[in-house]
């Protein structure tokens, strides 16, 4: 098991409705990661925090969003929900300067839209 | 675009057999290849990784041959037990990005 903790395990949601999801990162790492898996799927990269400041965003709309602390917990803001948001959301820390940075998973938040 | 390709999409396999799933890559850039084993309502766990300045390694029943000139990448699981089954991604990556780009998953079962 990884030292990585998200909250909540699982949550349900309507449409156009919005979600805040957390994550406290492995003792150590300062680098947080979000990922979106959907089902059947490998996870897709949403974006990266460092030093509290986006450190890298793949191809997700600006309704996705997060923020880091300074204690390097983070939170994954979703705006507007739409059905297809229905996934498993990952958190992965990891030391930023570290050889090639391994990323370590938390166990998710399992989002349901409806 | 999907820069990590891997088959197959499924796998049995009887036990004490090896299990073989592979990934062939498109970015020469990458420079780190792990491989990622993610059990049900569970998040993936890192297995094994390898750079592309090595053929093969090794990890107990777990090893990674990498072929650079082929761009593609395997792993093998000798003996394979009922406890591996679970759902394999390779992944790729590249020093200077953030991110990790995943294979769209290899379903392993492990028959008794």
Known sequence: ETGVTQSPTHLIKTRGQQVTLRCSSQSGHNTVSWYQQALGQGPQF???YYREEENGRGNFPPRFSG???PNYSSELNVNALELDDSALYLCASSLEGSFRETQYFGP???LLVL | QQQVKQSPQSLIVQKGGISIINCAYENTAFDYF??????????PALLIAIRPDVSEKKEGRFTISFNKSAKQFSLHIMDSQPGDSATYFCAAKYSSASKIIFG?????????
């Open chain 2, 104 to 112: 769209s998953g290899t379903r392993l079962s492990i028959r008794p």
């Open chain 1, 108 to 110: 998710g938040t399992r």
């Open chain 2, 34 to 43: 792990p491989w990622y084993q993610q059990f049900p309502g569970k998040g």
């Open chain 1, 67 to 69: 923020l880091q602390f």
């Open chain 1, 46 to 48: 949403i974006f990266q």
